[in-house]
């Protein structure tokens, strides 16, 4: 780290310059953050504080300094993955009901057919639109307290989960899509 002083022995960190302008950026935010958390008084634990600000505190807002934040904006931005991943089933769910239901002959088959099978189908696409959404929230949080704590979480149990679910809902439809085609045939 190439640093420029004025000749002096010691140099405040306000005084410091440096080379690299990524890490003067760290180190204004650093002197900025440092500067208002002194301004501000750290709430202390008390009984008249409630367990769910506490854990709000603990595990929603949590303060990272500048330097270490590329894993927790990595997290944020896997969860947003999963609400976008949610957000794909979710349109594939209304689009499947509105497709599959105006396509229907005069007389469609009771039993099996694409005017039957719309809704069932979609509702499925629409649940799990909701499950993908829900573990990604969970994961996002148990990630973020893992690197909280300093450890890294890889793999689980959610994306096996998740992997298994979006393969057997995009294998059942094209098998009923398939199966009704044969039908009509």
Not at 46 to 52: D, P, R
Not at 82 to 103: C, D, E, K, N
């Amino acid at each position: 780290m190439a640093e420029l002083t004025s000749g002096h022995d010691f140099v405040s960190p306000a005084q410091r310059t440096l080379a690299n302008p990524s890490e003067q950026e760290a180190l204004e935010l650093d002197l900025t953050l440092s500067r208002s958390l002194a301004l501000q008084s750290v709430p202390s634990t008390t009984q008249s504080e409630s367990k769910l600000s506490r854990w709000w505190r603990r595990h929603i807002v949590i303060g990272v300094p500048h330097t270490k934040c590329r894993d927790h904006l990595a997290n944020e931005r896997t969860y947003l993955s999963y609400v976008r991943t949610g957000q794909a089933f979710a349109v594939l769910g209304v689009i499947v009901a509105q497709v599959l239901r105006i396509q229907h002959s005069l007389a469609p088959n009771p039993i099996i057919g694409f005017f039957v099978v719309s809704v069932p189908l979609s509702c499925v696409c629409l649940g799990t639109a909701i499950v993908i959404s829900t573990l990604g929230a969970l994961r996002f949080l148990r990630c973020q307290k893992e690197m909280a704590r300093g450890y890294a979480v890889s793999g689980g149990w959610e994306i096996k989960c998740i992997g298994t679910l979006t393969t057997l809902v995009i294998l059942s439809m094209f098998v009923l899509v398939l199966a009704i085609t044969i039908e009509k045939g």
